[in-house]
């Protein structure tokens, strides 16, 4: 399966963004999707992930009551809300795909991964 991550930008802090991570392929039902960011000279880390059956989603703890993670299989899309934005948000947004249902915060799990969006959350 390939991703492609599309949404990044340029945004003031309170303010909104939604990702996208568009797949290819005919089976990308059964994959479950994870986002992961990686700020300059940080870890990449998990951001949220939403498996393939039936649909749990998972989130960082910086990620809970602020961002939303949805799909869309009709249009092989993945789709992570943000709002409330801040300045600590500010990083590389990845989309992955991994054909586990659980344990979806591990970035071990994933062999698939998009380039990557940049978030920028600055006043």
């Known amino acids: 399966v390939q991703l492609q991550a599309s949404g990044g930008g340029l945004v003031q802090p309170g303010e909104s963004l939604r990702l996208s991570c568009a797949a290819s392929?005919?089976?990308?039902?059964?994959?479950?999707v994870g986002w992961f960011r990686q700020a300059p000279g940080k870890e990449r880390e998990f951001v949220a992930a939403?498996?393939?059956?039936?649909?749990?989603?998972y989130y960082a703890d910086p990620a809970k009551h602020r961002f939303s993670i949805s799909r869309d299989n009709a249009k092989n899309t993945v789709f992570l809300q943000m709002n409330s934005l801040e300045p600590e948000d500010t990083a590389l947004y990845y989309c992955?795909?991994?054909?586990?249902?659980?344990?979806?915060?591990?970035?071990?799990?994933?062999?698939?991964w998009g380039q990557g969006t940049q978030v920028t959350v600055s006043s």
């Open positions: 939403i498996s393939w059956n039936p649909g749990s989603t």
């Open positions: 992955a795909a991994s054909t586990w249902r659980s344990s979806l915060r591990n970035r071990v799990g994933y062999p698939y």
């Open positions: 392929g005919r089976t990308f039902s059964q994959y479950s």
